[in-house]
């Protein structure tokens, strides 16, 4: 089993930076992709970005690309998401997620073991 604990949502204003941590217990984050998503009110969780175990291959949405930055500090097992120049549409619960999906998969929840318990990030304009 790994739990997943994300912290650092909060409310800001359009603009503004946030900078979302998940750390992680149980199991060791270098073994697996670990992956941000989000979910606003009324739809549904979407991809934001995520870093994979081997190769370390790194992917962002289109929504989010240029403005958000994944990392990994595989020492500490913690995933980090900076978010720049947040936009009112960023306004969402973001969820840290764990697992082991092929490279044609890794943008669904599906293909994803654990799952944190959220975090509200709310963007005011």
């Known amino acids: 089993q790994m739990q997943l604990v994300e912290s650092g949502g909060g409310l800001v204003q359009t603009g503004a930076s946030l900078r979302l941590s998940c750390a992680a217990s149980?199991?060791?984050?270098?073994?697996?992709?670990m992956s941000w998503f989000r979910q606003a009110p009324g739809k549904e969780r979407e991809f934001v970005a995520g870093?994979?175990?081997?190769?370390?291959?790194?992917y962002y949405s289109e929504q989010v690309k240029d403005r958000f930055t994944i990392s990994r500090d595989n020492a500490k097992n913690t995933v980090f998401l900076q978010m720049n120049s947040l936009k009112p549409e960023d306004t969402a619960v973001y969820f840290c997620a764990a697992g082991s999906p092929p490279i044609s998969a890794a943008r669904m929840t599906t293909a994803y073991e654990w799952w944190g318990q959220g975090t509200q990030v709310t963007v005011s304009s």
């Open positions: 870093a994979r175990a081997i190769g370390g291959r790194i």
């Open positions: 149980g199991r060791s984050i270098s073994d697996y992709t």
